[in-house]
């Protein structure tokens, strides 16, 4: 045994992975004489991860995969439910997400973390899935199997803004619903406005499944209309069996016409559910559905079945001034979309106009961009300052260690 006397660090490069000890110890030999000897000890720091975490470094290895899929031209419904996975955490414990052309991978470590974000996918889209295994290896002896599973998840094909057209089935289990209406939301269902009476429906998944219905027009099939008369008109007396109304929305009757065909003298006639917003003068987004001709004195106008979707706002100007921003989830990209920046910006603009889905999302302030005051205001839809977060940022602070910056 030897007594120690003096212990010391000797300084090293920091990148080396080397700590050298200098020891100084005594000892009683014979006779009451003492022994001193000063050597030094080197130690070699090498890197090891743990189990878990070189099967996520690996990425490639993972026992159950979420694949999430809708078979639509827009991605507005992607986009929502990307930013209700980030408010609810629900991507931690994935290995890997991937996006491709129509759906993100999900993969997970184990099936029963695949199967909770199935789980929450059905209770916050209108969905419906499916599941598979494959067999990888097996042990007979202590008779342990390993199992790859497949989730396959699939939304409904429906976005907001499309305009739909329900089987006489299901329309009239909605309360005697028009066949053509619009969805103005999607959330865990499909909410539908008739936009000639207002009546309001929501069909969720199973409902869908049983009686599906597709989309006549999808946004990017929409022209711009400008607004030449509007008058909002009383709602129409409920039928027997009708369902309920929207309070959110004023029925009016409109004279619009293209904005391409200003140097002409077609008009066209409408009833639209968005009476509230629109004057005369606004530019507004729409489709005509079916045509009829009539002679109005001298000038030959049009009857269109349903036209009006959404207000128009200039967009470069609510680019410029939007003042917030959202998280997006980190993934693997196949490939980049030209469209995909306007599909967001969609969706940003949606935010912007529909409140009830606000709540279901967290939005930053973004310090860059200016507070603009009232007096700029062009009467486009704004989010105020009290619905946003604040960003954390992890920064260095002056001593060198972690600062956070808001």
Not at 28 to 49: A, D, K, P, R
Not at 179 to 191: A, D, E, L, P
Not at 345 to 364: A, G, H, P
Request: net charge neutral.
């Amino acid at each position: 045994q030897v007594r120690l006397i003096d212990a010391g660090f000797i300084w090293t490069e920091p990148h080396s992975k080397r700590l050298k000890l200098k020891l100084t110890v005594q000892k009683e030999v014979i006779n009451g004489t003492v022994l001193q000897q000063v050597f030094v000890v080197e130690f070699l720091v090498q890197s090891q991860m743990c189990e878990d975490c070189h099967r996520i470094e690996a990425k490639d290895f993972w026992k159950a995969v979420v694949q999430v899929r809708q078979k639509t031209l827009h991605k507005k419904t992607f986009y929502y439910l990307e930013q209700l996975i980030l408010k609810h955490r629900l991507h931690q414990n994935t290995l890997r997400i991937k996006e491709i052309h129509d759906g993100l991978d999900f993969y997970y470590s184990s099936k029963q973390q695949a199967q909770k974000m199935v789980d929450f996918l059905q209770c916050t889209v209108p969905s419906r899935s499916k599941s598979s295994q494959r067999l990888i290896s097996h042990d007979i002896h202590s008779n342990v199997y390993n199992y790859k599973s497949t989730f396959s998840v699939e939304i409904v094909p429906i976005c907001k803004d499309n305009i739909v057209c329900l089987s006489p089935k299901l329309a009239q289990s909605l309360g005697n619903m028009s066949q053509i209406c619009v969805c103005f939301r999607v959330t865990s269902t499909v909410h539908l406005i008739d936009p000639c009476t207002l009546q309001i429906a929501e069909v969720d998944g199973n409902t869908y499944w049983r009686h599906p219905f597709n989309s006549l027009f999808h946004p990017k099939q929409l022209e711009e209309f400008i607004i030449m008369d509007i008058n909002r008109v009383q709602e129409k007396k409920k039928a027997a069996g009708a369902g309920p109304r929207s309070n959110k929305h004023t029925l009016a009757e409109a004279w619009v016409r293209k904005t391409s065909e200003l140097d002409t003298d077609h008009q066209y006639f409408c009833c639209t559910h968005l009476g509230h917003i629109l004057n005369p003068g606004d530019l507004v987004l729409g489709s005509v559905l079916f045509l009829g001709f009539f002679v109005l004195t001298v000038n030959p106008c049009c009857f269109a079945l349903q036209v009006l979707i959404k207000k128009s706002y200039d967009r470069t100007k609510r680019q410029r001034r939007r003042n917030w921003k959202l998280r997006e989830l980190e993934r693997d990209r196949e490939g980049a979309d030209t469209d995909d920046e306007r599909q967001y910006q969609d969706f940003l603009e949606d935010l912007e106009e529909d409140e009830t889905i606000r709540k279901n999302v967290n939005i930053y302030r973004n310090a860059d961009i200016p507070v603009e005051s009232d007096t700029d205001d062009d009467g486009a839809p704004r989010i105020s300052l009290a619905e946003m977060l604040e960003d954390l940022h992890i920064s260095e602070d002056a001593t060198g260690g972690e600062g956070a910056n808001m």
